[in-house]
Structure formats: structure tokens, C-alpha cells
């Protein structure tokens, strides 16, 4: 794989940064992988996440990695094993996202220069993530701790990128940012089934844009950390 470690990761860290999402494509059955990438993009979104519980998902990764190419990178959610690593990686997959910290995971990331946003809640656990080459820490479940959480542990571990996921809205999402995330992620926290049903793929684009809009205010003048 002819990829540069700093630049792959520098360019991810920045657009998940810049835009402040990590929106997760999360189906129960195989679709129109394209179209949901497609109406993400439109919102604002800069990289996007494939779960690994979706049924055909690296066949949707490799097709939405070669429709975009270089103008939407592509994440995989919940990879539990150094295998699927690998396979996410050859598929064309940019990240890998895990809900905890996996260090034989992290190692097949690293020996193919792929970032990796790490799963963690406890300090310990984001220290580990830090340790182990984490370029971002997702904080799971990130509702528990709540939006002052992201502050306790930015006091200790100023330099980490925290991305909290879960139970993050568009009612608490300034809050996040303000309190030390750097980005937020989620499924259902950007795609609402009932409102797809109604009114087509357009609401997911329309909930990015508002993320987006949200972040963008909160971050025009964000508080120090203590």
C-alpha cells in the first residue's frame, strides 16, 4: 500500500477536525451504500464511517473509497480483530475505529500507516489508547460522562483528540466541543429511520449540516481548559 503514515493521518485528523463529525453509516440490511455516503458528503461531512455490523461492508467501503476517492475518506466502525483490519485496509478503508482498545488491531493499523480512532472511557484506558498510537480517542458511551467529562480529561491529557460517540444530539453537541471534543460521532445520532421513510436521504443531509453549522459557532470562541 503506497501510503504516507503523516500525511494520511495528518489529513485525517484535520478533515474529522474541520468539519467536527464522524456521522456512521449503520444499515441492517444491504443498500444504496453510495447514496448514503452521497447525502453525508452534501451535509459537510469529510470522512464517514462504515460499522462492521453492516451487512456487506467491505464491498461498501471499497465502493464508496472508489466513487469519492481523495474527497470523502472512509472510516470502519467496530473492528474487533486484526483480520478485518486488514481486509478494511485493502478494501480501501482510511480508519479504523474501534470501540476500546485492541493493540493487535492497532499494530496492523500501524504496520499499514492507517490511523486509528481508538475506543475508551477511563482515563487509564485513553492513556492506553494515547500510548499504543490512537490519533484520535473515541469516548464510548459518551452521554455517561457527559460534555464536563471531555474537560476532566483534557486537563490531564491536554494534547489528546477526544471524539466522543453516543448519545451526543444537536441539544448537547455545542456543549462537547466547548468542554474539549475536537469532533463528535454516531449513527443514529445523524440518521433517523422514521424521518428517511418520510423524507428520503435529504434529512441525514440536512442533520449533518446542522452538526456542522453547531460545531462551527462552538468552536468561534471556545473556553480554555482549566
Request: with cysteine; net charge neutral; aromatic share 6%.
Amino acid at each position: 500500500m503506497n501510503r504516507s503514515d503523516v500525511s494520511l493521518k495528518e489529513k485525517v485528523i484535520s478533515r474529522t477536525k474541520e468539519c467536527g463529525i464522524l456521522p456512521c453509516i449503520k444499515l441492517h440490511q444491504k443498500d444504496d451504500y453510495i447514496a448514503y455516503a452521497q447525502a453525508m458528503y452534501d451535509g459537510g461531512a469529510k470522512v464517514i464511517e462504515v460499522t462492521m455490523t453492516t451487512p456487506g461492508v467491505l464491498e461498501a467501503i471499497e465502493a464508496i473509497s472508489s466513487h469519492f476517492g481523495d474527497r470523502l475518506l472512509v472510516a470502519a466502525g467496530t473492528v474487533l480483530d486484526p483480520v478485518s483490519a486488514r481486509e478494511v485496509i485493502l478494501h480501501g478503508g482510511s480508519v479504523i475505529v474501534n470501540p476500546c482498545v485492541i493493540p493487535d488491531v492497532m499494530d496492523v493499523a500501524a504496520r499499514y500507516n492507517v490511523p486509528v480512532f481508538s475506543g475508551a472511557f477511563t482515563a487509564t484506558e485513553v492513556f492506553t489508547a494515547m500510548r499504543a498510537g490512537a490519533s484520535m480517542v473515541k469516548i464510548f458511551p459518551g452521554a455517561l460522562g457527559g460534555p464536563k467529562y471531555m474537560t476532566n480529561l483534557k486537563m490531564v491529557f491536554p494534547d489528546v483528540n477526544l471524539i466522543p460517540s453516543g448519545g451526543i444530539t444537536p441539544d448537547n453537541v455545542a456543549d462537547f466541543i466547548k468542554c474539549g471534543a475536537c469532533a463528535v460521532s454516531g449513527a443514529r445520532t445523524f440518521m433517523d429511520f422514521e424521518k428517511i421513510e418520510k423524507e428520503g436521504l435529504a434529512s441525514i443531509t440536512r442533520q449533518v449540516a446542522k452538526f456542522v453549522e453547531i460545531i462551527r459557532k462552538a468552536k468561534e470562541d471556545l473556553p480554555e481548559i482549566p
